[in-house]
């Protein structure tokens, strides 16, 4: 049975879990980097992924890394309905141009809210607010291409059917939304789309993805999440100054 380690509060690690429970597949022995968000940047955590990142499949001895990777290996091995990888050529190229834009569009940018509310202040350090207001700007012109390109007039951003594609683009768009961000107002069209992702998944599998993500800033401000080591300060400082 494979087995899945992941930080429930990180987009690609959320996208991981709907796709077991959602798509039928066994369920995993999971190790989160919960009690301790750091764990993934321990030495045990280093013998298993030397990038020291989360989520990691490990099934036998085969340790799979990147979100996308281990979705796409999962829907694979264990012949998951169609619709979620297709097995149509054209219908899967349209979800590799998804995922190949998300790498790039998505995921850098509509993480660094969760770095500027919560991530920093753990640490100290407030995020320049030129950089802040660039991250706004950058987030309103991907969700443009996200609803004109991706979306446009169909049900799901690959075709009419739900695919990997919208569970990584649900997972890491509720980065914001859990700082505050109202990334659907005024967009109708992306609106009903997440509708139509978390109405397919059911509200218990939504519940059990997004409950500690959405929870985050009420943490942050009772003082519960676990506060970072010294040795990962190096890290998050890096990760900071890179924020455009």
Partial sequence: MPGLGFREKK???CAVIPAFRGCG???PSCARSGSSCWQHRSKEFFQINS???VPVLKDGDFILTESSAILIYLSCKY???????????QARARVHEYLGWHADCIRGTFGVPMWVQVLGPLIGVQVPEEKVERNRTAIDQALQWLENKFL????FLA???VTLADLMALEELMQP???GYELFKGRPRLAAWRERVEAF????LCQEAHSLILSILEQAAKKTLPTPPPEVYPTMLLRIARIP
Avoid: F, I
């Fill in 159 to 161: 075709g009419q059917q």
């Fill in 177 to 179: 939304v859990a700082v």
């Fill in 25 to 27: 597949l066994p369920a």
């Fill in 152 to 155: 446009g007039d169909r049900l």
């Fill in 51 to 53: 990038l020291q990142k």
């Fill in 201 to 204: 998944l059911g509200a218990e």
């Fill in 79 to 89: 012949q998951t309905a169609d619709h979620w990888y297709p097995s149509d050529l």
């Fill in 11 to 13: 987009g690609g690690s």
